[in-house]
């Protein structure tokens, strides 16, 4: 395992919570955004959340990531 592979275990880990949908998955798991956005932040649930969130706030760097990743096997092979 070489450190490409974990690079692309964790695109796809964001690729993974990029997708989620908050009305579909999250709000009825208890993971909506509206239920930690006071203090309680700082809990792992909440930390948890925020990194969905942000993951979803950067789909378009994602999404370059994602081609960058394609064009790098497409020619490396």
Not at 22 to 41: N, Q
Not at 59 to 64: E, F, G, T
Request: overall charge positive; glycine content about 10%; aromatic content about 10%.
């Amino acid at each position: 395992m070489g450190l490409w592979t974990l690079l692309e275990g964790c695109l796809l880990l964001a690729n993974a919570l990029a997708i989620l949908n908050e009305d579909r998955f999250l709000a009825r798991r208890g993971l909506s955004f509206s239920e930690f956005s006071g203090g309680r932040t700082k809990s792992f649930k909440g930390q948890l959340i925020g990194l969905v969130y942000a993951t979803q706030y950067l789909r378009v760097p994602l999404i370059m990531l994602n081609a960058l990743c394609i064009f790098v096997k497409l020619v490396s092979g």
